[in-house]
Every structure is written in structure tokens, then in C-alpha cells.
């Protein structure tokens, strides 16, 4: 199953996906909150909604007409894991990490499906990164063990992590450099954990700059699964419904190729995850 978020007279409203349709749930069940990460700390089984709504004669409204808004246009937490492909770990220069390199991004940096990215003004170096990205459904207890991790796993989407290198590179902490407004692209679908198969294991996971591929690998051949980075993160801190966890970038970033390779205004960029969907964005000037 598949949910969306999309603007509703300036707000942001959830939407269950059919084709090429989406389907207003709160129109239809006003007890189900217009925000998926509400709808997840009420504990709404949004698959149940949905299954009935599916039957239903509610409304539809193509995809195309609507304006779409982060997968959760503000997620409690957005973790990011670095350096999470052992093939990019590698053309960066580095071993395989014995921990995670995790950081964070604020919802000010995120954008939608069909949303520009922006090269900022006092840079030039915007790189891609293609990644799956996890959805929380629910709170995780701390020191979750791995083997029941994926219980509080409600999807995944696709997310691109858009890095203005030069500034990632000027502190210890990539922070910086991951947090530029209008760098981190997440959507357009949220897809139900049922529809893949566990851990969001085996799926191709491509990036495309103005149609040529740059990255193309399986979330297979990540370090740390979602199960394990789950358990890790629980030793630390509390997981809760609505936190996002992105899971690191493949092999063929910008900044590793010979001549490297930047983002610039007027490219077309998208990540595709298979079974999950394709995120697609243009790429403007700050000052556009």
C-alpha cells in the first residue's frame, strides 16, 4: 500500500495512493489525521483504512493535478547514515566504519517530489545521493534487539541526500554540509514495510542526472541493515513514530568520479528505488 502527502488549500493532507490516483482519507474518515506522522503516534491502522477505502466510491483525484509535500513534511528526527555502501566507503577513501557515521537533518532542509533543489549561492559543489529512506511507525523501545527491530518498521520511501561538499568537509561534523535549505528530496510515496521484502532488503536503487545513471546498486549491499542500525540507534536514544532514518548512498557520488561531477542549475535529477517509487527533481539557483 502506498500513502502520500499533497497540499489541500495550503495544508498538508495524507492520501492514499491507487494508480495514478490518490484518495483523500481525511475527507473521508475525518478521525484520521491529516499528517502521517500524527496518524502514526494515534496509532490509526492506516493499512486497515486503506484496505476499506480501496472498495470505496470516495473520491479520487490524479496524482498529476496535485502538489506533493515531503513524504512527512515534519518528521519528529531525520537520521542520516554515512559512508553505509561498502562501495562507497571505498571510493571515499575509507575502510569499512567499525560504527555508523550518523548525523542529522532538520525539516527545513527537505523538499518534495517535482520540488526543486537548490545549488546554494556560495557553493558549487552540490552532489546526489540516492538512499532508502525508513519510516517509524512505531516507538522503539530502547536496546531493541535486531531480530525485532523490523516490528517498528511502518515503510520506506526514497529520499536524496543532497550535499554541498565543500561545507561538509569544513568541520569534523558533516552536519553543515547536509542541512542547506531545499537539499534533502523525500518521497513521493511512502510504501507500506508488507509490499517489500524485510528490511527493505534486494531492491535496485538507482540515481539519474538528466537521464544518465551515476548510481546503481541493491540496498542489499549496505553495512548495516535496518534492522541492525535500529537495534544501534535504541541503545542511544528513542525511536518514535514518524522518525525517518536515511540509509546512506551507493557507490558513483559527484565528488568521487574523475572529473568530478556537480549538480548545476537546469539538471534533472531522480532516484529510483524499485517497488518503492521515483523521486524526481529539477535543480535551480538559490537566487531562482
Not at 527545513?108 to 533543489?117: D, E, F, Q
Not at 538528466?210 to 546503481?216: A, K, V
Not at 548512498?249 to 529510483?272: L, N
Request: proline share 6%.
Amino acid at each position: 500500500m502506498k500513502f502520500t502527502t499533497f497540499l489541500l488549500d495550503g495544508e498538508p493532507t495524507l492520501g492514499l495512493v491507487e494508480g495514478d490516483n490518490v484518495i483523500d482519507i481525511n475527507a473521508v474518515h475525518p478521525y484520521v489525521p491529516a499528517d502521517l506522522r500524527q496518524a502514526l503516534e494515534a496509532n490509526i491502522n492506516l493499512v486497515e483504512v486503506g484496505l476499506a477505502l480501496l472498495e470505496s466510491n470516495a473520491p479520487r483525484i490524479p496524482i498529476a493535478q496535485l502538489i506533493l509535500t515531503p513524504a512527512i513534511p515534519e518528521p519528529g528526527k531525520v537520521i542520516c547514515l554515512g559512508l553505509n555502501y561498502f562501495d562507497h566507503a571505498s571510493e571515499s577513501g575509507r575502510d569499512k566504519p567499525e560504527y555508523p557515521w550518523f548525523f542529522y537533518r532538520g525539516k527545513s532542509s527537505l523538499i518534495a517530489h517535482n520540488i526543486a533543489g537548490r545549488v546554494p549561492k556560495v557553493s558549487e559543489r552540490f552532489d546526489f545521493e540516492a538512499e532508502l529512506a525508513v519510516i517509524i511507525g512505531k516507538k522503539v523501545p530502547r536496546h531493541t534487539e535486531k531480530n525485532d527491530a523490523l516490528y517498528y518498521v511502518f515503510g520506506y520511501s526514497c529520499f536524496n541526500d543532497m550535499s554541498v561538499r565543500d561545507y561538509q568537509k569544513r568541520t569534523p561534523q558533516w552536519t553543515i554540509g547536509k542541512n542547506f535549505d531545499a537539499t534533502g528530496a523525500f518521497g513521493p510515496f511512502v510504501v507500506t514495510a508488507d509490499e517489500v521484502p524485510s528490511g527493505g532488503a534486494e531492491l535496485r536503487i538507482q540515481c539519474r542526472l538528466n537521464g544518465e545513471i551515476m548510481q546503481d546498486a541493491s540496498t542489499t549491499d549496505m553495512i548495516w541493515s535496518v534492522a541492525e542500525t535500529i537495534s544501534l540507534l535504541s541503545e542511544c536514544l528513542t525511536l518514535e513514530p514518524g522518525d525517518v532514518i536515511a540509509m546512506g548512498t551507493p557507490a558513483g557520488v559527484g565528488q568521487a568520479r574523475t572529473p568530478q561531477i556537480w549538480m548545476k542549475s537546469g539538471d534533472v535529477v531522480e532516484v529510483e528505488i524499485e517497488r518503492i517509487g521515483l523521486l524526481r527533481n529539477q535543480i535551480l539557483a538559490e537566487e531562482e
